[in-house]
């Protein structure tokens, strides 16, 4: 199993830039394909970004395409997330989750490991 664990949530105003990192222990982490989710308030949780376990293939949700970028440090064993241009309607819980798959996940059920979660908060 993969351990997973979120930081650089915050508040932030609408305009503003957060990165997130999820740094992760136990099975090796270039093994896996990783992704980023989100959930909004009283919503279902909802995908945002994968990147493949090489870091050559990404897909974005179309809500945030040309604004988040998904990278991977496979010596660190990190995942980042860079989000620009941030909108309140990107207030949520953010969550980092890994699949061991050398490709994109196609569904969520690949994913067999999540962190506990990062808030965002973007302030109009």
């Known amino acids: 199993q993969v351990q997973l664990v979120e930081s650089g949530g915050g508040l932030v105003q609408a305009g503003g830039s957060l990165r997130l990192s999820c740094a992760a222990s136990?099975?090796?982490?270039?093994?896996?394909?990783m992704g980023w989710f989100r959930q909004p308030p009283g919503l279902a949780r909802e995908f945002v970004a994968a990147?493949?376990?090489?870091?050559?293939?990404?897909d974005y949700a179309d809500s945030v395409k040309g604004r988040f970028t998904i990278s991977r440090d496979n010596v660190k064993n990190t995942v980042y997330l860079q989000m620009n241009s941030l909108k309140p309607e990107d207030t949520a819980v953010y969550y980092c989750a890994a699949a061991p798959v050398p490709n994109l996940p196609g569904a969520i059920s690949l994913y067999d490991a999540w962190g506990q979660g990062t808030q965002v908060t973007v302030s109009s």
């Open positions: 136990g099975r090796t982490f270039s093994n896996n394909a």
């Open positions: 990147i493949s376990r090489s870091g050559v293939s990404t």
